[in-house]
């Protein structure tokens, strides 16, 4: 079994800050790609940001100047700061891993989070 456990959601006001965290626990390994992703009231999930295990990232323009992605190999751990909030960014986040299975290399994973609500309020 793997699971992703996100935390750091929250209500906030227009322009404050937010940090969601999210570790991987179970049998993954390897985990090359983490990102986050949204999914707003009537909208489709859309992709916020990712990293590579070598700490290569990625924006889409909703974040960018805005949300910084970092993560801990070691904790297998990733982390989304989220600055300047606007109500726009009100959603479930959703924690995305791909990685592969711990005793089968061969087995690739590709697991998400439960989601963690953020609320901005103008």
């Known amino acids: 079994q793997v699971q992703l456990v996100e935390s750091g959601g929250g209500l906030v006001q227009a322009g404050g800050s937010l940090r969601l965290s999210c570790v991987a626990v179970?049998?993954?390994?390897?985990?090359?790609?983490m990102g986050w992703y949204r999914q707003a009231p009537g909208k489709e999930r859309e992709l916020v940001a990712s990293?590579?295990?070598?700490?290569?990232?990625y924006y889409e323009d909703s974040g960018q100047g805005r949300f910084t992605i970092s993560r801990d190999n070691a904790k297998n751990t990733v982390h989304l700061q989220m600055d300047n909030l606007k109500s726009d960014d009100t959603a479930v986040y959703y924690c995305n891993a791909d990685g592969v299975h711990r005793r089968n290399s061969m087995r690739p994973m590709t697991v998400w989070g439960q989601g963690t609500q953020v609320t901005v309020s103008s």
């Open positions: 179970g049998n993954i390994r390897s985990i090359f790609l």
């Open positions: 990293i590579t295990d070598s700490g290569n990232t």
